[in-house]
């Protein structure tokens, strides 16, 4: 006997339910049979979906907020009402629509998941998002402010410009279907539905049509629609949005059908006069009654409201918060980046892939603790000996490391400062007006700014320093320290600084419990060494790597025990890829701090405890700079370089809120380092908000620097979204800018594979083979193997890869080592060489990577499961598949999950249990990012393969439309990509559409015109083709 409640089977005997203790009629049977027409708070429907509440309630239904208890989400459900759901043409009609609907991925669209039937009723759960409905708010508020009206709706022609652009049109566009979250972003429900829902009204009985008030003309007249049609519906939500009215209004909706064909809209203007003319042209166009007159395209809609926008002032203006990224959200398998940013905020290279530049951004906003920030800027040589230009910034650089001990104040990096004058057109500068200083105050988002001078008095150096308030003009009570040389100068910093800290009122308990190390110490004893070090910061700043490199050497050969330097060179060694060298100056800075701590200051001591943690040791040891990090945080909240470490970390467990915050605190207080700013878009571009990651890039271009890095960023994210001709304008700019980095070719051969030129991309990387530089190097065998894998031709990438694995191994690269060997075990995958994949498997295993390590070991051990069951070693997969779940369960990355119900619905696939393969599998999906590289494709192989083996042709159908659609994802998974065609052509043959199966299996044969010799689906796909030709 099943329950009603929890649907728990109990015996027929049962009085009471044994799960939930719901008394059992004995007619329970008969009540099951009974098409449910509510549910109630607490009941656990279909026996996943825990009700929290009702959302409200229409045509179509009910909707409930509810638990998923099986993947641990609140989502919504909609209960179609029974008489609805027993028409079976709506129901067969409305299951098409949603698998089109579901292939909608937008911020701005609400996700449909998928259409169920339990306790004989049908549901359709969706995503839940938690607000208001647009026609809600306009209730409770009249008319919209301009600004809020002009934000909902661009961010609905973004959602519409998404799904028209995949064929998808809603028919049923209104306010009741637009919900608008806390933060003003707003989401478009019900795709899919109004096309599947008939209703008697208009013109006869069983004519579908939308709701009378929001249908377009040709809607009135059941005739076809098109995109053209949502057009109009929009132009019907502007017009109320603006003036709270819907422009036609009658008693039926016959009448109201009638107007809409043939009357026309009374002007907004006159019923609004505060709406700016343009707006009202727009909404009028919208109207009109022909479809040809109105705009073509949502987006030219979104064009003409972004330009009415721009003249707006700026109080008016609204932009959508980040939303809580907590639904279903997960990282990207792409190689991890590997970004080290120096000690006081170095410029630094992300590993293999890009180089990144220091540089400014503006912050307006105090700081949140409210401590003083001070800008310390270059000082004024009036030596008039230029052999000691190199002190305008040596002076500068030891007080921002003095200062910078400090726990009660914040000091711009000596990066930070770089950028803000170099922003500023002031770089080269060492006096300054009072204009210049309130610029600087402005651009680093500092109260207080020092700057000064040095010069000689007969055998004496003197320095002269001046602590200001620039925006009042007020100038503090002026500093002089005087020394022999240099060397007899450097130790007297502290009395400078210690004056500057009674200036800025710090009481005399904080001036007595503050941090105050020698100056001389740590930094160094030695004004030479010293001066190599601030030489060697320039080139570094400049992206120069082995000139710092060389200055470095030389001052640790002057002062052996200079920990700052050995950190540094840490940082650049690893930017060049020299990581022998890397490990080797990080354990002599370790070995230091450990035996010599009174040479480095504790602030910049808690961020290497931090750093090392996490950039040198595996994930489970992460745990321990997450603790560092919030004991630092305590004391220095809003430093940049504890705040980015924390990010990293996040990102890489997939806390995507956390790193979001983290991100957000590096960039709003005085972090100047490129690569916050492109992981934030990468966080954005994982919970799948493209245009609030193109509106981070463009804000770094636009307020930092157009430079080259920021124009490959932006061209990504174009390539990711399907915007070739706007990623083309990106990389030309990017190679204007910096026409012999390496990073353009490696981006243009990028957009090459995406446009389909194979042969010139191929062209494009093999040029990167033959560079001397090794990120240079990497990225072309890296985007070569991604190549041929595409094209077939995994014979000769073995060839090129396999001595690869072993010059790495020599060159002490281990991280490229292994990732050489898990190719070369894929690769052997593909081609059936099970055997040589598997001795692959176990050298990926066995080298240790690092901070990777564990991350790349979950990897391998997933392979490895999936070798064994392209070997009909199914007992040896599961055993493996429980070794990985042990495996996951020991990490911070729980989310990595998805590996093992990847391989456990590979493995049920191959024991033919369909139903729990889907179950394992679409679980999977569900945890999956969008991210730089769109969502896996190895899993939706996997889930399209099950839906075609259990004869559910359309849903593999769907899966493997998805994957022929991806972007950028294709450069990652070629081999899925290409033999997607190949299974849409099987798909099209068994439904008799002999012109579709004809035109896949030709795409599948023209990027398999080289494969190997031996793939089966080559010839296959030949005959198949011939046939179909007769």
Same mark, same amino acid.
């Given at each position: ?166 064929? &998808? ?28 829902? =008939? ?26 629609? /098109? ?44 019923? /609004? ?8 042209? &727009? ?90 920030? &001070? ?74 700014? &020092? ?21 009042? =003009? ?168 504890? /705040? ?109 594979? =995406? ?244 035109? /896949? ?30």
């Amino acid at each position: 006997m099943k329950c009603p409640k929890c649907q728990h089977e109990n015996p027929p005997e049962s009085a009471y339910c044994g799960k939930c203790a719901t008394p059992l009629r004995p007619n329970v049977t008969e009540t099951l049979q009974t098409p449910i027409h509510e549910l109630t708070t607490g009941q656990t429907f279909a026996g996943r979906y825990q009700i929290i509440e009702e959302l409200g309630h229409g045509g179509m239904g009910r909707v409930y907020k509810v638990h998923d208890t099986k993947v641990g989400e609140k989502i919504a459900l909609k209960l179609i009402r029974p008489e609805v759901a027993s028409d079976k043409d709506t129901i067969e009609r409305f299951s098409n629509e949603l698998r089109l609907a579901r292939r909608i991925g937008h911020r701005n669209v609400c996700k449909m998941f998928d259409i169920g039937e339990a306790a004989g009723a049908r549901f359709i759960t969706m995503e839940y998002v938690h607000g208001e409905d647009l026609k809600s708010m306009i209730h409770m508020s009249g008319s919209l402010s301009l600004g809020m009206l002009l934000s909902v709706a661009k961010q609905v022609c973004e959602g519409l410009a998404e799904a028209h652009g995949l064929g &998808v049109v809603h028919r049923d566009l209104k306010p009741q279907n637009i919900m608008i979250d806390k933060n003003g972003n707003a989401k478009i429900m019900d795709f899919g539905i109004a096309r599947s829902v =008939r209703e008697k009204g208009i013109t006869g009985p069983s004519v579908m049509i939308g709701t009378p008030e929001y249908m377009s003309p040709e809607q009135a007249e059941a005739k076809d629609v /098109n995109h053209r049609s949502d057009i109009y519906s929009l132009g019907v939500i502007l017009y109320e949005m603006a003036t709270s009215r819907v422009p036609f209004e009658g008693e039926t909706a016959l009448s109201v059908a009638m107007k809409h064909k043939g009357e026309a809209p009374r002007p907004p203007k006159e019923l /609004n006069p505060g709406l700016p003319d343009d707006l009202s042209g &727009v909404i009028l166009k919208c109207l009109e009654k022909d479809k040809a007159k109105r705009y073509q395209s949502a987006s030219d809609v979104r064009s003409e409201l972004e330009r009415i926008e721009k003249g707006l002032p700026t109080t008016e203006k609204i932009l959508p918060s980040a939303r809580s990224t907590s639904r279903q959200i997960t990282v990207s398998f792409s190689p991890k980046k590997i970004i080290v940013p120096g000690l006081i905020g170095l410029a630094v290279v992300a590993a293999g892939i890009v180089i990144l530049s220091v540089l400014p951004r503006k912050r307006i906003a105090t700081p949140a603790s409210a401590r003083p920030t &001070v800008a310390v800027v270059n000082f004024e040589n009036k030596t008039g000996d230029k052999a000691l230009d190199n002190w305008s910034t040596g002076i500068r650089d030891l007080l921002i490391m003095d200062l910078n001990q400090s726990r009660f104040l914040d000091v711009l990096t000596d990066s930070d400062i770089y950028g803000v004058l170099k922003k500023l057109d002031l770089a080269d500068a060492s006096a300054y007006s009072t204009a210049d200083l309130v610029r600087i105050a402005d651009e680093g988002g500092a109260q207080y700014t &020092v700057n000064g001078s040095f010069l000689k008095a007969g055998d004496q150096i003197v320095i002269n320093a001046t602590c200001r308030k620039p925006h009042s =003009r007020e100038g503090l009570s002026p500093v002089q320290v005087a020394g022999g040389n240099f060397d007899e100068i450097m130790p007297k910093i502290r009395e400078i600084t210690r004056k500057i800290k009674a200036d800025l009122n710090l009481t005399a308990t904080q001036l007595a419990a503050d941090v105050d190390q020698s100056i001389g110490d740590i930094a160094s004893p030695s004004a030479e060494a010293w001066a190599y070090y601030v030489e060697s910061r320039r080139h570094h700043f400049r992206i120069e790597y082995a000139d710092a490199i060389r200055l470095l050497r030389k001052a640790v050969a002057i002062d052996p025990e200079f920990i700052m330097a050995y950190w540094a060179l840490r940082s650049a060694s690893q930017n060049i890829l020299d990581y022998p060298e890397a490990r080797k100056y990080e354990a002599k800075a370790l070995e230091l701090i450990q035996n010599r701590p009174e040479r480095i200051s504790e602030k910049d001591r808690n961020v290497i405890e931090l750093e090392h943690y996490y950039w040198n040791r595996p994930e489970p040891d992460w745990a321990k700079s997450l603790e560092a990090g919030r004991k630092n945080l305590a004391l220095y909240p809003d430093h940049p370089r504890i /705040n980015y470490t924390m990010a990293c970390i996040f990102g890489d467990i997939e806390e995507w809120d956390e790193a979001l915050k983290h991100y957000e605190k590096c960039i709003s207080t005085k972090f100047r380092f490129g690569a916050a700013y492109s992981q934030i878009a990468d966080v954005y571009r994982a919970i799948n908000m493209p245009d609030k990651a193109q509106e981070v890039l463009e804000k770094y271009l636009r307020e930092i620097e157009n430079n080259a890095f920021g124009r490959r960023e932006l061209a990504y994210l174009h390539l990711g979204q399907n915007r070739l001709d706007l990623a083309a304008k990106e990389l030309e700019a990017a190679e204007t800018l910096a026409p012999d980095d390496y990073s353009n070719r490696v981006l243009r051969a990028s957009w090459l594979v =995406r446009k389909g030129d194979l042969a010139e991309a191929e062209a494009a990387y093999r040029a990167l083979v033959g560079e001397k530089t090794p990120a240079a190097r990497y990225s072309g065998y890296r985007g070569l193997g991604n190549l041929l894998i595409l094209e077939g031709r995994d014979r000769e990438l073995i060839k090129i890869v396999a001595p690869l694995a072993e010059q790495f191994k020599k060159s002490g690269l281990p991280d490229l080592e292994r990732t050489c060997h898990e190719s070369l075990a894929r690769a052997y995958l593909i081609s059936g060489r099970t055997e040589a994949a598997r001795n692959e498997c176990r050298k990926a295993f066995a080298i240790d990577t690092g901070n990777t390590d564990f991350g790349n070991k979950r990897s391998v051990i997933h392979l490895r499961g999936l070798i064994h069951l392209a070997s009909n070693r199914i007992d040896e997969a599961e055993i493996t598949a429980g070794e990985l779940k042990a495996f996951i369960e020991k990490g911070l990355n729980k989310k990595a999950i998805r590996l093992y119900d990847h391989l456990m619905g590979a493995i049920e696939l191959k024991r033919k249990n369909f139903s729990r393969a889907v179950e394992y599998l679409e679980r999977a999906e569900r945890s999956l990012p969008y991210g730089r590289y769109e969502k896996a494709a190895w899993i939706l192989d996997t889930l399209a393969l099950t839906y075609f083996s259990s004869g559910d042709l359309e849903k593999a159908r769907e899966k493997y439309e998805h994957i022929t659609a991806l972007t950028t994802g294709r450069l990652s998974y070629g081999d899925i990509y290409a033999r997607a065609f190949y299974r849409l052509g099987q798909i099209h043959e068994k439904l008799g559409d002999k012109a579709k199966a004809r035109e /896949n299996y030709a795409k599948f044969l023209e990027l398999w015109k080289d494969a190997d010799p031996g793939f089966s689906e080559v010839e296959d796909a030949r005959k198949r083709l011939e046939v179909l030709g007769k």
